[in-house]
């Protein structure tokens, strides 16, 4: 993958592990794809569509499998797949027939979404909610590994505007060699991560009163 510059993205898309996923990207697709459409937003501002779009990262998949891994009828599977599709984050890579029908597989368009972060983020996703959405479901996924050595701090400080956005690109170039470290052979992690203005301010310091 080629050097990505990630100053101001806020949010980048990570693999996460699936009953479904047996195989290394099994179909062509671009290395980056950088959503700051509002349709694409609102498309990833779903819990079922950003799993789904997650699911798709190595392998392409059907409705069936998709259904049966997110244990949701293929109905409403079939409409989030629909949705995705139009605003330009996944597409069909192949077709197979199943008796009299066609059964289409989808994959993404890209292996590495960036969520940018500017007045074009839909006035419904602003304010924390997308990212919120996003860390919702890694603590779901997290207690349902039932990892006891995950690797997690939950931290306050007292930043400067420049030191904000110094550790803004540090996270965001952690994200990128993360991804670059994608393994096929290797254990399935997921990394999460949100730096964000706390509403509750710390008290002032004893040398600061």
Known sequence: MPAIDLAGCEWSG???????????????????????????????????????????????????????????????????????????????????????????????????FVLKGDESMPPELRGGVLAAMMLRQAADELIGSGDEKDTSAFVHVRLTPPNRRRFEQRLNRLVADVQQADDPDGASYALAYALFHAATPLPPRVDDA
Do not use: W
């Open 14 to 112: 990570n693999a996460v592990c699936s009953t479904i996923i047996d195989q290394y990207p099994d179909y062509e697709l671009d290395d980056v794809l950088v959503v700051q459409d509002p349709k694409q937003l609102r498309a990833l501002g779903n819990v079922v569509r950003a799993r789904i779009v997650m699911l798709l990262r190595e392998r392409a998949a059907s409705t069936t499998e998709l259904a049966a891994v997110l244990e949701s009828p293929k109905g409403t599977v079939g409409h989030h797949l629909k949705v995705l599709e139009r605003a330009g984050l996944i597409r069909v890579v192949r077709t197979r027939k199943v008796r009299a029908l066609t059964e289409r597989f989808y994959g993404r368009v890209a292996r590495l």
